[in-house]
């Protein structure tokens, strides 16, 4: 009798043991850890990719040609087609397709330079307008198409006498330096500047007046 009931003890033992799974024994997969490190690496490969991707693709765009003054016509001559990387800036930077008849150019851009929006409009917008002085100095080998200038005036005041020079335009741009003589550093070279239109006025009553003119350049202001 005695070892009957601890046979049926041994049995109900083993059978509870058998029916409690182990700790050793669950599966790893369904361990909660394990899954989120796993959607953590995955994540992480996505945004490494994503960013390769992103620095992979080009978009076209538009850089100057050549020099380009204020108040010029942007043509298919001036500008140069670019892949280049942008990103979310790519909207700022003029674009193939957004080359119209009649767009000007609203600063100077330098040759090789990306033309920003920003930069053009449409020539009834523009406020400045191209005039030719003549220099009475000479002319800076340094300053040539682009280059930002201040133009100076002096009055005569008698027979091969001047007044002292008086600042009359602080922000012309050149657009060409025009030669007389095939040297651009000599005195009596022209000078095709972009000014403002409300220097216009300023500018022909010097000129008419026989002031001497010249250009200064500004710090910085070359190309």
């Known amino acids: 009798m005695d070892n009957f009931r601890g046979t049926i003890a041994i049995s109900a033992t083993i059978g509870s043991m058998a029916s409690t799974p182990r700790a050793s024994q669950r599966r790893p997969w369904a361990d909660p850890r394990l899954l989120l490190g796993l959607v953590l690496i995955g994540a992480s490969i996505a945004g490494v990719w994503w960013v390769v991707q992103s620095a992979r693709t ?15 016509t942007l043509t298919a001559s001036d500008v140069v087609a670019v892949d280049v990387q942008l990103g979310s800036s790519a909207d700022g930077y003029l674009n193939p397709a957004a080359l119209e ?26 406020d400045v307008t191209t005039l030719v002085v003549q220099s009475a100095l000479e002319v800076p080998v340094g300053v040539q198409a682009g280059s930002s200038v201040e133009l100076w005036a002096a ?25 007389d ?3 651009v550093s000599q005195a009596g070279a022209k000078l095709e500047l972009v000014v403002p239109r409300d220097a ?3 500018v022909l009553a010097n000129v008419s007046g026989g002031s001497a003119l010249s250009a200064v350049p500004v710090a910085g202001g070359g190309r």
């Open 58 to 72: 080009t978009e076209p765009a538009l850089a100057a040609a050549g020099t380009i003054v204020p108040g010029q």
């Open 101 to 126: 008849d009649g767009l000007v150019a609203t600063r100077a851009l330098a040759a090789g330079e990306l033309i920003p929006v920003s930069a053009t409009g449409a020539a009834a917008d523009l």
């Open 155 to 179: 009055a005569p005041v008698g027979p091969g006498e001047y007044d002292e020079p008086a600042l009359i335009v602080p922000d012309a741009v050149v657009g060409q330096v025009i030669e």
């Open 181 to 183: 003589d095939g040297v």
């Open 200 to 202: 216009v006025a300023v």
